[in-house]
């Protein structure tokens, strides 16, 4: 390659987050971030960025929050608008990849260490088979990864707003009453950051009760400690509906390569994931439980997976091969 580093980005509604990333072997180094109210475009933090680093860049993969498709991107979250044609140009880069946030977390999948990575119960990845990923932050993302000819094919969709599926009397209750504030309830309604709050709304209101203003850290923290019961069931249901939804996941499209949980949320309370009955919720399928029991669960604990994915994204696109860091 005539050029050693490339520039990698992963922008959210909050903040935009771009680094270097080394073609030859896909290391992420010079991470920088930036809140995204003070710049008035992209255009505008990425030429801060360039010049600050002092690097020959021809090459960029950007990852961000909201669908991609064709060349007009406009962010769900946040008012940067931008043509990825005009902005290759502005920024006179010869390559200029612009993919979904959820894209790139799942292309940081064929990257990550062991050390990047805790598992959750038992099972082990088959070589060669499909893998899923999803991951509860601001909304719930969902994606697909599949192996095609010594590639990977990332496959995004909005599987987080599909209907969510109780499992259990407790959980209809549950569902019964987010109803009443929400309507049609999806997925995304409990498994995110907000819908642990639901969650916890829902419980109190289910027994007749008023809720505390509590925000998803103040729910995490007191059923971490265990210092509020109600606290504490909404984060116990949060994790059985996780493992539900991983479990739907996995028969959709026969991830025998493993499930990974990616997002901000559940890396906060790892261990209470372990001890929760996700791996129970994961595999209760009934005739299908066997199957389940075989397929492998981890959490992603890389704390910059969307960065180190649209490095891997570009990497692959220029016909470089990707391993293990």
């Given at each position: 390659m005539p050029y050693q580093f490339a520039l990698i980005g992963d922008i959210g509604g909050t903040n935009a987050r771009l680094a270097l990333c080394e073609l030859a072997s896909g290391e992420?180094?010079?991470?920088?971030?930036?809140?995204?109210?003070e710049y008035p475009s992209l255009e505008s933090v990425i030429k801060h960025y360039i010049e600050a680093s002092e690097v020959a860049i021809q090459q960029a993969c950007i990852a961000i929050a909201c669908p991609v498709q064709g060349d007009w991107i406009s962010m769900t979250n946040h008012s940067w608008e931008f043509s990825i044609?005009?902005?290759?140009?502005?920024?006179?880069?010869?390559?200029?990849?612009?993919?979904?946030?959820?894209?790139?977390?799942?292309?940081?999948?064929?990257?990550?260490?062991?050390?990047?990575?805790?598992?959750?119960?038992?099972?082990?990845?088959?070589?060669?088979?499909?893998?899923?990923?999803?991951?509860?932050?601001?909304?719930?993302?969902?994606?697909?990864?599949?192996?095609?000819?010594?590639?990977?094919?990332?496959?995004?969709?909005?599987?987080?707003?599909?209907?969510?599926?109780?499992?259990?009397?407790?959980e209809d209750l549950i569902l019964a009453e987010l109803r009443k504030e929400f309507g049609r309830v999806s997925a995304e309604r409990c498994l995110s950051g907000q819908g642990i709050v639901n969650l916890y709304n829902a419980v109190v209101r289910a027994d007749g009760r008023t809720p505390e203003a509590?925000?998803?850290?103040?729910?995490?923290?007191?059923?971490?400690?265990?210092?509020?019961?109600?606290?504490?069931?909404?984060l116990e249901l949060f994790c059985t509906l996780m493992g539900r939804f991983a479990g739907n996941l996995a028969l959709n499209l026969e991830t025998l390569g493993g499930v990974y949980i990616a997002g901000g949320v559940v890396p906060r309370f790892v261990d209470f994931l372990l001890d929760s009955q996700y791996r129970t919720a994961f595999e209760d399928k009934g005739r299908f439980k066997t199957y389940l029991e075989n397929i492998p669960v981890f959490v992603i604990t890389h704390k910059e997976p969307g960065l180190l994915g649209a490095g891997a994204y570009l990497r692959q696109s220029l016909g470089l091969s990707l391993s293990a860091q």
């Amino acid at each position: 390659m005539p050029y050693q580093f490339a520039l990698i980005g992963d922008i959210g509604g909050t903040n935009a987050r771009l680094a270097l990333c080394e073609l030859a072997s896909g290391e992420v180094s010079h991470a920088r971030t930036y809140a995204c109210a003070e710049y008035p475009s992209l255009e505008s933090v990425i030429k801060h960025y360039i010049e600050a680093s002092e690097v020959a860049i021809q090459q960029a993969c950007i990852a961000i929050a909201c669908p991609v498709q064709g060349d007009w991107i406009s962010m769900t979250n946040h008012s940067w608008e931008f043509s990825i044609e005009t902005l290759q140009r502005n920024l006179g880069l010869e390559t200029f990849q612009v993919i979904n946030d959820f894209t790139a977390v799942s292309m940081a999948i064929p990257v990550l260490a062991e050390s990047d990575v805790v598992k959750v119960g038992q099972g082990s990845a088959v070589t060669g088979k499909p893998v899923a990923v999803y991951g509860a932050g601001t909304g719930l993302g969902v994606a697909h990864l599949l192996p095609v000819n010594d590639q990977w094919l990332s496959l995004p969709g909005e599987g987080g707003h599909v209907d969510l599926a109780p499992g259990s009397q407790e959980e209809d209750l549950i569902l019964a009453e987010l109803r009443k504030e929400f309507g049609r309830v999806s997925a995304e309604r409990c498994l995110s950051g907000q819908g642990i709050v639901n969650l916890y709304n829902a419980v109190v209101r289910a027994d007749g009760r008023t809720p505390e203003a509590y925000t998803p850290k103040d729910v995490v923290e007191q059923a971490q400690a265990n210092t509020q019961a109600d606290c504490r069931k909404a984060l116990e249901l949060f994790c059985t509906l996780m493992g539900r939804f991983a479990g739907n996941l996995a028969l959709n499209l026969e991830t025998l390569g493993g499930v990974y949980i990616a997002g901000g949320v559940v890396p906060r309370f790892v261990d209470f994931l372990l001890d929760s009955q996700y791996r129970t919720a994961f595999e209760d399928k009934g005739r299908f439980k066997t199957y389940l029991e075989n397929i492998p669960v981890f959490v992603i604990t890389h704390k910059e997976p969307g960065l180190l994915g649209a490095g891997a994204y570009l990497r692959q696109s220029l016909g470089l091969s990707l391993s293990a860091q």
